[in-house]
């Protein structure tokens, strides 16, 4: 079996970066891909302006504190001031421009309005030069990248993209996933059980991760226990769609068909890694017609105990659909942090632990690590990478994995 890196490097080495791209307003790229460079239209800020409300000075007239100018002008964002005169101030406002011949800005909180003199102030500081002045292009220059292909668009990315001018944006269009279920034991919220059923979370949870990832998602639903079900759906899945995926059917049992069906309707490339929860894994592909120049769809099989099935699509699905986007950063966070709980049981194959971080900073472990209990990361905030063989000693460093950095 590979190993967990053996696997995503496997995945990563056939995933190709989708080539069509559209252009959407700014507004309406929130979560998407950006397809090219982007250059600033402006200089931002596009004057030298002020950081901070207060007085704008020349530094030749305040040597010492104490200074007294006189207030020859008042400055508001939005308004050009006048050449600053020797021996004055202006009174100026946050973002407002400096007037040329000012060299430093003095905060209102060091300075004093001497009594019945409201034409002038006292600097009570001796200023450096440049003091609390943003410089024109400081944080944008015309004509230069703003922001850099493969980028992902989060709000503050649309912020910078605003303030550079940019009204629309050419992102990658959304990769498609298709995604289908197995198991004749599984029925949907709000049907009844038959004797033995259980209800479908892995639907919501692998569907709800594809969307936070910006894909286009297809249900295609709950697949008969069927080899020739099972190839149907995967016919029907490959039209027009990126990505497959799945959940149940991949181990090896006589109601398993996720593997022939695979293999007749495409090909397989890899079957079951070295990790625990989610042994089971098939990645391939799938021909979308008879006709080679049509194409193939990737195909990902994950477990369908919940957890496995969770685990798996962040460990290696998320990174596939990454690469599939384009994205300039794959590979999640991952932070050293202490372990304050005992985990004895060393196992041969690499486990992801479900984890939560608790109020001393340490990271407590959910009681029942069973493949089953999907409660365990609903209840955690993220996975301990415990490498094969390894066990863990309470006080141990681990490498811990936010469900943050996982889900985005």
Known sequence: MLTAQQAIDHLLSHAQT?????EVK??????RILAENVNSLVDVPPLDNTAMDGYAVRIADVHVPGAILRIAQRIPAGSIGTQLEPSTAARIFTGAPVPSG??????????TLPEGQVEQVQINVTPAVGQWIRRKGEDLTAGKTALVAGTFLRPQELGVAASAGLTHLSVKRRVRVAAFFTGD????PGEPLKPGGIYNSNRDTL??????????????????????ATRQALRQ???????????GGVSVGEEDHIKPAVTAEGRLDLWQIAIKPGKPLAFGAVRKSDKPEDGEAWFIGLPGNPVSSFVTFLLFVRPFILKLQGRDVIAPQSYPMRADF??????????????KINSQGGLDLFPNQSSGVLTSASWGDGLVDCPPGEAIKAGDMVKYIPFSALLS
């Open 18 to 22: 989708v080539t069509e791209s559209e």
């Open 207 to 228: 569907l709800a991760c594809l969307k936070s990832l910006g894909c286009d998602a297809t249900d295609l639903g709950i697949v008969p226990d069927r080899l020739d």
């Open 26 to 31: 700014t507004q309406a790229a929130l979560g």
């Open 102 to 111: 000012a060299d430093a800005i003095v905060m209102q909180e060091d300075c």
């Open 237 to 247: 899945a490959s039209k027009g769609h990126d990505l497959i995926i799945t959940s």
């Open 342 to 355: 005992d985990w004895l049981k060393a196992d041969r194959r690499n486990e992801f632990l479900r984890v």
């Open 185 to 188: 034991e599984l029925a949907l």
